[in-house]
């Protein structure tokens, strides 16, 4: 919320002035403004200002770009699709999904390495090889997992819902029931409807 | 004359005598022989070569939508020994025509299945593969080529081989040895009369021992059973038991052990045994694949692999390589025509270390270490194990080339004190804590004092990211919360006082905590940690990776903490990894000679850190690169690629670190000399320097951490701490706070103004301290 408004009021500033003393066709191009609605869009990776955007001897003065009206949206934190997985790693996925089946455990944490080194940041692998590690019966690095999915994959509700639906599954195979009860209520709560 | 003496009783008794001693020396003879067939049979019929484990380099995953040239692909296959071929028909091989690329790709056992060899056909567009199919035009979704061999965990005496089976021997190699070495393999029996008479006689003239008349057969049990010590008893052993050898053992079986025992060639400590590891080691392919030079050049060294090295006596070798080509044209091996063709072509050797066969001690070394926690060394030298490791040899070629290419350059900037030094790169991919790439000195194939892991060194500015994290992690603190950067004066326990200054010697005063770490202020940092407190900053070593926390002395804050590369590797990986820590790991599968899956470290994680601490820590490590003490690595690195990372130098600039990561990787660069001299350089000016020329050479992906859900962006002025806009000057910087969090506005230039004055001048140049004053012992 705190940022829109931010963005808000310096959009509505420039608006006002038209002429910004200090920005520059570079500026124009790498502003925190398109970085903004950029991240509104597209996640919340936080951007920090390039040193090329304040360039006190920059000659060229120009126009602000026109004013555009960014609608707050109802939600307090941005969204992002739900994360999906490349062609190669589906094709791992699936491979490893078939090693486990044969109890081949550990080819099939030799084939989710390969995906991993694929595709690393990619939470759905993460909970891939959570799963893998409940198969083993190594439970706090299953736990493990769930909670390295949640942390990269902030935003993403199915990603977010099916992390902690691992997470309760690891603490359960603990008997750590009522953890196991909570994490899958927050499971439930993000589930996308 | 004296007259003849009857026989007396002193002739009967030497009669006897002799008598008995025949009968004694046939005893011995035959139980000399018994025991010589008892050796004989238990070790070959068992024939079990030690085996040393094999290590691989992780293998190339091909996939569509992957950054990678038909160029770049071309150049790996080669480094794996394909050739270019019209007709890719043969595995090992491949052909190229622009953006079409067809491979005929090597079988290989991995450890999760076979893999067999296969015809694939390649299609790139604009750097990437656009369609990989294979030769019925099926796509393929994901492709593995077969791994680089890096080397062998060989035991002290140093032998190594890479044994090979029979099927696997090109038939002209048995030929081309029969032929120059021992024409009557076929019908002698283990030793051959004719060709030791010729021997002696050559010998006895000579005056000395010079030349063998020995069988292959001979050879094999010299190399097998004896030791090289050349005495008439040793001949005449070797001698029987080669015919004992023959008459126990097949042609054939015999045939190939000497393939597999014989000596052909020395690298370093390493000997190599065997003609499936020469090949790898001068060719740099497998045996299979050798052609009718190669094959000749290897049976030309078997006479005498020093006299004969091919690398270094490259004249001598390719004499005798086409004097067996003759050879084998005088026995009818092969046709005049194609000797003539094999013997104009160069040895075409490999490169050593750059190719298979190819030579990573240091990195082996780590290999070793972590596979000791779960084996016994025997296992590891003799029980033919296959290792699968993390290695990416080209990250590990970036990081060697980087490394030499920085210290050359010191060597000529004129600089005494910069002359010699050595280095250590280290890198790890952040997410999965695999180690890529580890160069432990400027001479990467040298097998010695392994610093990457040994050497334990200050590490001066790189610990003050954990001052920060663990100031950050009591939940008081955040980017703009004002530290003070003014003089320190302690009393250790010792008596010592302490005095520690800012590198340029100039106190700040109030400075909010964001621009004490990018410009890495001293005396701030000094009194940031002791209000912290100087156990919560121990426990964030810990927490971070350390096996042990460091002892607790106001120094620390400053880096006396002595430690190895590959520790402040671990420790900052966790930085790079959202606070989750990975143990760094080498190797991702270990298999038995049957191929079946052993126990090998497995990828873990854990949470040890706040994620929202380490959020903001990585965020503060931006703005050393953007306008700190790693200002000067921007140029170096392709645009766009967000890093994150920390300068740092010891007393007197004994040590130049630099530690950073991308999205993808982590480097930790070390340059100092091996006798703790001052180098004269900074964190600056010798590790920043070979850590950007590596970040910016390698495939990596911008650091782009995901904003917590406790956590906010706002904007602050780097100078005052306050909140401000980033339309009024070049002093706003972006930093996470808790949501809601209450800042002090700027009075200039407050939060939403379009337009202010610049609060502080102009951003000061990057600064470096000096640590520790005094040193600690």
């Not at chain 2, 009968?23 to 139980?31: D, K, M, N, R, Y």
């Not at chain 2, 021997?199 to 020995?214: H, M, T």
Request: hydrophobic share 40%; glycine share 8%.
């Amino acid at each position: 919320m705190h940022r829109l408004l931010l963005v808000l009021t310096a959009l509505l500033a420039v608006s006002a002035c038209s002429v910004s003393p200090f920005r520059t066709d570079k500026a124009a191009a790498t502003s925190p403004q398109t970085q903004a609605s950029r991240n509104a869009g597209a996640g919340p990776v936080l951007q920090t200002p390039t040193e090329e955007i304040f360039q006190p001897d920059a000659e060229p003065v120009i126009e602000a770009p026109p004013p555009q009206i960014i609608q707050p949206t109802p939600r307090e934190r941005p969204r992002r699709p739900a994360a999906t997985l490349s062609p190669a790693s589906r094709a791992l996925v699936t491979q490893a999904e078939a090693q486990r089946k044969k109890g081949d455990l550990p080819g099939a944490s030799v084939t989710l390495d390969r995906a991993m080194r694929i595709e690393p940041n990619n939470p759905l692998l993460w909970i891939e090889m959570g799963r893998l590690r409940m198969d083993q019966r190594n439970y706090p690095q299953a736990e493990s997992m769930g909670r390295k999915a949640l942390a990269m994959s902030v935003g993403d509700d199915a990603t977010q819902s099916a992390a902690w639906e691992l997470i309760a599954q690891s603490l359960r195979a603990r008997g750590r029931n009522a953890e196991a009860e909570e994490a899958l209520s927050k499971s439930r709560a993000a589930a996308p409807r | 004359m004296a007259p003849r003496k009857p026989p007396t009783g002193t002739r009967g008794r030497l009669q006897r005598g002799f008598v008995v001693l025949g009968l004694l020396l046939l005893l011995a003879g035959i139980v000399m022989l018994l025991v010589l067939n008892h050796r004989v049979t238990t070790q070959f019929e068992g024939r079990r070569w030690t085996l040393p484990a094999r290590v691989y380099a992780q293998p190339i995953d091909l996939y569509v939508g992957q950054q990678l040239s038909a160029g770049r692909l071309v150049e790996e296959l080669s480094r794996l020994g394909y050739l270019a071929a019209a007709e890719p028909e043969r595995p090992g091989t491949y052909r190229r025509r622009g953006n079409d690329l067809r491979v005929h790709v090597r079988e290989f056992r991995f450890a999760d299945e076979f893999q067999a060899s296969r015809a694939l056909r390649l299609s790139f567009e604009g750097g990437s593969i656009t369609a990989i199919r294979d030769g019925k035009g099926v796509d393929v979704p994901v492709f593995r080529l077969d791994p680089l061999l890096i080397g062998s965990i060989f035991p002290i005496h140093g032998e190594d081989r890479l044994v090979v089976s029979p099927e696997e021997v090109p038939p002209l190699l048995p030929e081309a040895l029969k032929a120059v070495e021992d024409r009557k393999f076929d019908t002698h029996h283990g030793v051959n009369p004719l060709a030791i008479l010729r021997a002696l006689f050559v010998n006895v003239r000579a005056g000395q021992i010079e030349q063998g008349g020995s069988t292959l057969t001979q050879q094999l049990v010299k190399s097998y059973f004896l030791d090289s010590r050349r005495t008439l008893r040793r001949k005449a052993e070797e001698a029987v038991m080669a015919v004992i050898l023959d008459a126990r053992f097949e042609k054939a079986d015999i045939m190939n052990a000497y393939i597999n025992e014989i000596y052909l060639g020395q690298d370093g400590r390493r000997a190599v045994h065997g003609f499936g590891l020469a090949s790898q080691f001068y060719f740099g392919k497998p045996l299979a694949e050798l052609d009718l030079p190669e094959i000749a050049l290897l049976v030309a060294v078997v006479r005498g692999p020093s006299y004969y090295d091919p690398r270094r006596h490259a004249e001598r070798a390719l004499e005798r390589r086409n004097l067996v080509l003759r050879v084998l044209v005088e026995q009818g091996v092969v046709g005049a025509e194609e000797a003539e063709r094999a013997a104009s072509e160069p040895l075409g050797l490999a490169e050593p270390g750059r190719r298979g066969g190819g030579y990573y001690p240091a990195f082996l070394d780590l290999v070793r270490r972590q596979l000791r926690r779960d084996y016994e060394e025997a296992d590891l030298t003799e029980a033919g194990l296959t290792v699968f490791s993390t290695l990416d040899p080209l990250v590990q070629q970036g990081a060697e080339d980087a490394l030499v290419g920085e210290l050359d350059r010191l060597d000529r900037s004129g600089r005494k004190q910069a002359k010699g030094l050595e280095g250590v790169v280290v890198v790890t991919t952040t997410q999965t804590g695999e180690v890529v790439a580890l160069v432990g000195g400027r001479r990467s194939g040298f097998d010695g004092f392994n610093r990457a892991l040994d050497a334990k060194r200050p590490i001066g500015s790189l610990a003050k990211p954990i001052v920060y994290l663990a100031a950050l992690e009591t939940g008081r603190y955040t980017p703009a919360t004002l530290v003070d950067d003014q003089p320190v004066d302690l009393k250790l326990p010792n008596g010592d006082r302490w005095k520690p200054e800012n590198f340029d010697k100039k106190v700040r005063g109030r400075v909010p905590m964001v621009r004490a770490l990018s410009q890495s202020l001293n005396l701030a940092t000094v009194n940031l940690g002791l209000d912290v407190g100087l156990g919560r900053v121990a426990q964030a070593f810990e927490q971070l990776g350390l096996p042990e926390e460091p002892p607790e002395l106001p120094s620390m804050l400053l880096g006396a903490t002595n430690l190895a590369p590959l520790d402040v590797a671990q420790m900052y990986n966790t930085l790079a990894n959202g606070g989750f820590r990975a143990p760094l790991r080498a190797v991702r599968a270990v298999v038995d000679e049957e191929g079946q899956p052993l126990k090998s470290p497995q990828l873990e994680v854990s949470e040890t850190v706040s994620p929202e601490a380490v959020y903001a820590l990585d965020l503060m490590m931006i703005q050393v690169m953007e306008r700190g003490t790693g200002k000067a690595a921007k140029s170096q690195l392709p645009a766009g690629l967000v890093v994150a990372g920390k300068t740092g130098t010891s007393n007197d600039y004994r040590d130049s670190w630099f530690a950073g990561f991308s999205g993808s990787h982590l480097v930790v660069a070390w340059v100092g000399h091996d006798d703790n001299r001052p180098t004269g350089l900074t964190g600056t000016t010798g590790g920043l320097a070979v850590w950007s020329k590596l970040m910016g050479s390698i495939s990596t992906s911008p650091f782009e951490p995901l904003l917590p859900d406790a956590l906010e962006p706002r904007w602050i002025d780097f100078y005052s701490g306050r909140e401000t806009s980033p339309y009024c000057n070049g002093s706003a910087v972006s930093m996470p706070f808790a949501v809601g969090a209450a800042l002090e506005p700027s009075e200039a230039c407050p939060p939403g103004a379009v337009s202010g004055a610049v609060e502080e001048p102009a951003a000061e140049p990057g600064e470096e301290p000096v640590a520790l004053e005094p040193e600690i012992p």
